[in-house]
């Protein structure tokens, strides 16, 4: 069900011929969810898949073949380090099970834990996305869902949550199978969800950290991030705040990054490189792109009242509220001028109890450009027998006593008004 609220007219705008012709030309797809699988790569990547997209509203700035499905290799760690922040401690003691030892290709990435290994749960996951340890991404997955299978059931739940469409995961490392697939897409949609999270942003970010010796390994580990754009190489890039990189045979060079420049968040996604360096250069050439030709509009948070029954299935359970706390920041072509602009709220699940969930839709003209997840106020009925059940039974009851009652009532009256009458003789 969708709600149109208001229309925001932002001052003047005209789209212009040549912001038309990017679209055409597939330089900016205007719509996240109805962009073509292939585009004209203008930008000449390496790639064979890309995409760069506004981490704020997750508008698509730039695209190629961003909805091919292809191997992610150690992006992967991005879903799984989230999911196991949103769910355990950092200071959680976790065990190294021989299951999650034994479970991997021992000539893959690692940092040798040992059978019964226990540290802080924040431990692996710098394990896992600054080494790429696949070793720690299954300790975090057991630690998580129980199982390396359960966990990978949840990895495509919180993908689909985060508007990935076309993945599924298997594994929580990223090492080779053919059911292990996603996009470029769907992976900057997963990275613009973790990046929510303030301890994965932390961690996307970070150059350096140090494991303390544990009761298996009397040593300091030291981790250095493999992401050369935040470190001192040739390759750093002064917006760049994070990343994580990937390589398998058979995926070739992968890379997510972050960057931020003049109040402008940016996803860069690239997925089958043929080499290290071409991976960079790439992404190199997605972020310049944003920044050079993209400027941000900022539109009031005023959404006005968004209420709506909370159902589970037919039957009300309760009642929320939705609200943006913040105003949006929708980015526009800078060959532009000022663009007249709508927000359309969207809710989703409505018939799945407290998953429901309000969207604010923003649009240019009829093409949406990305959306913005809304904060919910949920109060849920209480429909416990004592409280829903039992009070409706005691008023049908009293209403039947009042029936019984009144039937007796008007017996007693006929029965008087037979004693009380005279019959003729």
Known sequence: MKRKLFSCLICTVLVLGSFLNAYAEGEAIPTPT???????????????????????????????????????????????????????????????????????????????????????????????????????????????????????????????????????????????????????????????????????????????????????????????????????????????????????????????????KDNMDLIGVVLGCDSADARYEDMIKLFNYGFDNYKTVTIPNDIGDVHSDVKQGSKVIGEVDFTLSNSLHVLLPMSTDESTLTIEVELRNEDEGEAIQGYAIIKIGDEAVGEVQLEKNITLYDLSFQSYMLPKIVTVVDWFSVGILGLFLVLKFIVFLKKSTKLPE
Not at 83 to 106: M, P, S
Not at 108 to 124: C, K, N, R, V
């Open 34 to 260: 109805e962009a073509p699988t292939t585009s004209v790569d203008t930008l000449g990547l390496n790639a064979k898949a890309a995409v760069l997209i506004d981490a704020k509203t997750g508008m698509v700035l730039y695209q190629k073949n961003m909805d091919q499905q292809m191997f992610p290799a150690s992006i992967t760690k991005i879903l799984t380090n989230y999911i196991a922040l949103e769910k355990l401690g950092k200071d959680d003691l976790l065990t190294a099970n021989a299951t999650a030892i034994d479970n991997i290709d021992r000539t893959s990435s690692h940092i040798w834990l040992d059978y019964g290994e226990q540290a802080p749960m924040i431990d692996f996951v710098y394990a896992s996305m600054m080494q790429s340890a696949n070793d720690a991404s299954n300790v975090l997955a057991e630690a998580a869902s129980g199982t390396q299978e359960e966990f990978a059931k949840v990895m495509n739940e919180v993908a689909k949550n985060a508007g990935a469409k076309n993945s599924n995961f298997v594994n929580a490392h990223g090492l080779p199978d053919d059911a292990h697939v996603t996009t470029a897409y769907d992976m900057a949609m997963i990275t613009r969800a973790a990046l929510k999270n303030k301890d994965f942003k932390e961690v996307f970010g970070q150059v350096r950290y140090d494991m303390a010796p544990t009761n298996k390994q009397k040593d300091t580990r030291v981790f250095s991030s493999a992401n050369e754009m935040i470190k001192n190489s040739k390759f750093k890039y002064d917006y760049a705040t994070g990343g994580k990189t990937g390589w398998t045979e058979a995926a070739g060079y992968t890379m997510v990054n972050s960057a931020t």
